[in-house]
């Protein structure tokens, strides 16, 4: 069972740390009297189930889409993975909206360009907080992980997929003799254990 004065100590960190990078990170107090972020479309925080004892869940807008786990520093990567996923989707929003008002060959203004770049920044911020923090891959895309789940030591991946997966350290190029496949990682099987385990309730 987790800690209790631990994991306030711990939120209360991420919380610092959310905000030392420009993402406006308030810590509330929920009715039950348990401890949550809010960040637009999701948030997450902490949770206790009778049985279970105390939890750190991640929602984003529905019941589907939830992510729980007694590891914090799991759900640290998971909250930030999720919020850069955010940052992105508005900077692109933002390039997309003025492509649909004025035409893609019009450039855009300073201003948003700047609003534009703001968000892609912080997306970048958050993707190096988690980049070696030893949480395994998340393999966002169904295909991607359908593909890597099913995949056969001897298959051999040749179209832009491979090449992504291949890039990204989940498989690699091996050459035997006559063969020529791709090999599962240590990086790529513990990248689908992982989703595996939480696939039901974050995956897009």
């Not at 994991?7 to 509330?28: F, I, K, P, T």
């Not at 948003?112 to 190096?128: C, H, I, N, P, T």
């Not at 895309?141 to 099913?150: E, M």
């Amino acid at each position: 069972m987790l800690d209790l004065e631990q994991l306030l100590s711990d939120l209360r960190d991420l919380e610092h740390e959310l905000n030392s990078m420009g993402v406006e990170a308030v810590l509330d107090e929920r009715d039950d009297g348990m401890p949550e972020f809010h960040f637009g479309e999701f948030g997450g925080g902490l949770s206790w189930w009778v049985n279970k004892g105390f939890y750190l869940t991640i929602w984003a807008g529905n019941l589907s889409d939830v992510y729980d786990t007694n590891i914090f520093h799991e759900f640290r990567h998971e909250l930030m993975r999720r919020l850069a996923d955010q940052y992105e989707g508005k900077a692109q929003d933002t390039r997309d909206t003025w492509g649909r008002l004025c035409g893609d060959d019009t450039p855009m203004p300073d201003n948003l360009v700047k609003k534009a770049d703001g968000y892609s920044s912080q997306a970048e911020k958050l993707r190096d907080a988690i980049k070696d923090d030893g949480v395994p891959v998340f393999i966002d895309d169904f295909a991607d992980f359908k593909l890597l789940r099913q995949h056969d030591p001897y298959d051999l991946l040749t179209d832009t997929t491979g090449d992504r997966l291949r890039k990204m350290g989940l498989v690699e190029r091996k050459y035997n003799r006559d063969q020529v496949f791709d090999e599962l990682t240590d990086k790529g099987r513990a990248a689908i254990e992982y989703t595996e385990r939480t696939m039901g309730i974050s995956l897009k």
